[in-house]
Structures are given as C-alpha cells and as structure tokens.
C-alpha cells in the first residue's frame, strides 16, 4: 500500500446500488474518522447520493470514467486503497487494476468473474509486487459461493489427510448439452 496519498480509502462508483451501500456504511462507521472518498463519473449523481445517505458536506468526490484510462489513473493516484463495485469487470476493471498495479495503490473488488480474475492475476501480479499493490479480488457478496466452496474443500482435506490442501487444481463447466 501507498504510505502517501490523499485519501485512504476511495469507493468507486458510489452512485451505483452496491457502491452506494458501501458509501453509506464507510460514513455510518467511520463518517471523517477515515479519509474515504466518493468516486464515480457524475460529480452531480455524487453529490446527490453524499447528500442522501448523510455524509458531510466535506466528503470528498472524485470523478472518474473506466471508460477514460487517464481519469481512472488520476484517481487511483490519490487513494491508498481502492474499492470499486463498478461491473461488469471485464468491461470496466482492466485499468484499475493496471493502474493499481503500477502505481502501488492496493485494489479491492467483488468481483464474480473468475476467467477475468485469473487474467488480472497473469497480467499483473508480478507489477503489483514491485509496487507492494495488494489486489484482491471477490471482496464481498458475489464471492460466498467460492469461499463457501474453498472452506469445505479445505475441511473434508483436513479430515481426510490431516492438513488443508497447499493446492488444488480444477475446472469447473456450466451450461447444458443438448
């Protein structure tokens, strides 16, 4: 993580429905206690859900397009930490990530989709280490189900061999065949 940046922690797309939720629960438990930020494309639509969940009139607005590298790098450049619920992913988190990655600034998502996670990670895991960027991915909801799936792979190894497996390999096929 970044020691220097303007803010601790910035929540991108907090106009959003989730996003939304997050801002509203960093103001509920940390309000200015936390140097948190609200991030999105409309400094208006910002301002209105500032406005509407409560935050101070001094909470921060950052604008910022994942359509437009520059604007997401220039926020990723004043946060020590993002947070972003802006999905579909693979359509709007590429450059975060990039950014995140080359510039230090620690990354989290709640991603659900596991081809892109695994892209981010071939792409940038090793320029996340030498910048110290921490990326997490499936941070939130949308992760329970492979959490819930990793837990009790890991108790049955545990069970069974005594250990929790160091590594598992798989695959996994949806859909259905006619």
Not at 44 to 62: F, N, Q, W, Y
Not at 72 to 97: A, E, F, H, W
């Amino acid at each position: 993580m970044r020691e220097q940046a303007e803010f601790d922690v910035i929540i991108y797309g907090a106009t959003g429905f989730t996003g939304r939720l997050v801002a509203e629960y960093m103001e509920n438990q940390y309000g200015r206690a936390v140097n948190w930020a609200m991030a999105g494309r409309s400094a208006e639509k910002l301002a209105a859900v500032r406005d509407e969940i409560g935050a101070s009139a001094d909470t921060p607005l950052v604008v910022a397009d994942a359509n437009d590298p520059q604007s997401v790098r220039d926020m990723v450049s004043r946060g020590k930490v993002i947070c972003t619920t802006v999905g579909p992913y693979q359509l709007y988190g590429n450059d975060i990530v990039a950014a995140c990655a080359e510039l230090g600034t620690d990354y989290v998502d709640l991603s659900g989709e596991p081809g892109w996670m695994h892209d981010m990670i071939g792409a940038y895991n090793e320029q996340a280490a030498k910048s110290g960027a921490r990326i997490v991915h499936s941070c939130g909801f949308d992760s329970i189900p492979f959490d819930l799936g990793v837990y009790y792979l890991q108790t049955a190894a545990q069970e069974k061999f005594g250990k929790p497996f160091a590594r598992a390999r798989g695959r996994v096929r949806a859909g259905v065949r006619a």
